[in-house]
T-cell receptor
Framework: QKEVEQDPGPLSVPEGAIVSLNCTYS??????FMWYRQYSRKGPELLMY????GNKEDGRFTAQVDKSSKYISLFIRDSQPSDSATYLC?????????????FGKGTLLTVNP | DTEVTQTPKHLVMGMTNKKSLKCEQH?????MYWYKQKAKKPPELMFV???????INESVPSRFSPECPNSSLLNLHLHALQPEDSALYLC??????????????FGSGTQLSVL
């Protein structure tokens, strides 16, 4: 079993739809969770960063973490064509000297006008 | 300012060439990273510098040689690469002051093609 599982998609939705992106993980030591957005041939852009169970909202984006179920989600409300990108979940444990992120494989999202 | 700047954006090199990738950040971050990303794959960690010292080398072949001249700059020297080394090379940095604040910020990458 891989440490982080992410549905690779592709996912295609109409403009204005609510998008749900999900990752599951097996390592209970993971304490910090990130969502990155990556446009084609560009570097990943940090969208959301959380370290507690529950919801964190930033504009149209909501990150949800359920540590008991080892499950994280990113919700995008009122999706726009500019949201079309690959979304990567990433996580790491709480070790102070542990710099290593474990990434999901990424979900390719297309928002159609 | 959360910008990590990488140059060049694109690089084509032959297998006998020597080239360098450059990365710069002015956020005062004390950890800097090199990642390699193949198409449709997540980034793979190559090297980590912490306070200008190499702290992680993920068993990267010696044809890749990192260098951290100061806390703002990171280089990756390339020599005798193989075509399979063609990829997007990403630089990243993080604050590295407390465990909860280790947010990684990536540059736009250098798209490398080895002929």
């Amino acid at each position: 079993q891989k440490e982080v599982e992410q549905d690779p998609g592709p996912l295609s939705v109409p403009e204005g739809a609510i998008v749900s992106l999900n990752c599951t993980y097996s390592n209970s030591a993971f304490q910090y969770f990130m969502w990155y957005r990556q446009y084609s041939r560009k570097g990943p852009e940090l969208l959301m960063y959380t370290y507690s169970s529950g919801n964190k909202e930033d504009g149209r984006f909501t990150a949800q973490v359920d540590k008991s179920s080892k499950y994280i989600s990113l919700f995008i409300r009122d999706s726009q064509p500019s949201d079309s990108a690959t979304y990567l979940c990433a996580m790491r444990d709480s070790g102070g000297s542990n710099y290593k992120l474990t990434f999901g494989k990424g979900t390719l999202l297309t928002v159609n006008p | 300012d959360t910008e990590v700047t990488q140059t060049p954006k694109h690089l084509v090199m032959g297998m006998t060439n020597k080239k360098s990738l450059k990365c710069e950040q002015h956020m005062g971050h004390r950890a800097m990273y090199w990642y390699k990303q193949k198409a449709k794959k997540p980034p793979e960690l190559m090297f980590v510098y912490s306070y200008e010292k190499l702290s992680i080398n993920e068993s990267v072949p010696s044809r890749f040689s990192p260098e951290c001249p100061n806390s703002s700059l990171l280089n990756l020297h390339l020599h005798a690469l193989q075509p399979e080394d063609s990829a997007l090379y990403l630089c990243a940095s993080s604050q590295h002051d407390t465990a909860w604040n280790e947010k990684l910020f990536f540059g736009s990458g250098t798209q490398l093609s080895v002929l």
